[in-house]
């Protein structure tokens, strides 16, 4: 895998088990520079701060949905061309297809595994 390493991540889920799991993931696939926040109104102000190079997004989350996230990443002229993988529980076509509508720059479906996510990451950065 020929991306760099030391890009910095932000992983967004509700669930902080989860959140653990795909950082640990990312940590196994090399990537150090890993930081969490627990939904999508907790994430955006970290990600206005300008400092990171990839998102990691869970869809279904409170307060603001991971779907709401990517359209506000893709709003923001600071921000629309950050790469954003998006997570969901279940492949819903009609999710699948509002999320490519939304600029999402791959998807995910749970559970995946490490070479999964290393799949889908490359893809990104391809």
Do not use: C
């Not at 890993?34 to 999508?40: C, L, W």
């Not at 996230?69 to 699948?96: C, F, G, H, T």
């Amino acid at each position: 895998m020929g991306i760099n390493r030391d890009i910095h991540i932000l992983v967004v889920d509700d669930h902080e088990s989860m959140r653990w799991i795909i950082k640990q993931a990312l940590n196994d696939l090399g990537f150090k520079n890993v930081e969490m926040a627990d939904d999508g109104s907790t994430a955006l102000p970290k990600l206005k701060s300008g400092k990171f190079d990839f998102l990691v997004s869970d869809w279904n989350m409170p307060k603001m949905q991971g779907i709401d996230l990517l359209k506000a990443v893709r709003s923001d002229s600071e921000l629309s061309d950050l790469p954003v993988l998006m997570i969901a529980e279940e492949a819903k076509k009609a999710e699948i297809l509002e999320a490519a509508r939304s600029g999402v720059s791959d998807y995910v479906i749970k559970p995946f595994n490490r070479e999964t996510l290393k799949a889908k990451i490359e893809n990104v950065f391809s």
